[in-house]
């Protein structure tokens, strides 16, 4: 009696998910319809104008090997001026770098000065001490920035 009693819920339960079957079937259908639909809405979103970023669409009088070796000369172009800009950062930044150190052991030099003469207060001294300490801080952090755009030159030279 009781595997009867299964065997009908299990049809009953079968039937009912064909039903199921059917409608995530034609629910699949209808996504599948929208989708086609917003693809066919994109389709028309992309005539093209001509404006973008693609090389060569606007080639002027040029064809060919002649557009390709022209886009490779302005490139070319581009990067030594990038090279040449870079390099000029960089010995402005060693000026200001020497500038900076020389002001520090001037400041070095008229702090001992006033040690030996006496003419400050502890206070005042210990004040001066930090700011020459903060300055020359400040440089070593300035000089690593320096050599590490060095470097980045120096490794895209080659």
Known sequence: GQGKEKAEA????????????????????????????????????????GAGNAYGKNKGDLQGKAFGQARAAAAKARNEEVRAEAAATASQSLALQSEATRKIAKARAMLEKAKAEGTMTEAQLSQREAAIERAEARLKEVEARVKAVQEQVAKEVE
């Open 10 to 49: 299990a049809k009953a339960k079968g039937e009912e998910m064909r039903g199921q079957g059917k409608e995530k079937a034609e629910e699949m259908k209808a996504k599948a319809k929208e989708g086609k639909a917003m693809m066919d809405d994109d389709d028309a979103m992309d005539d093209d104008d």
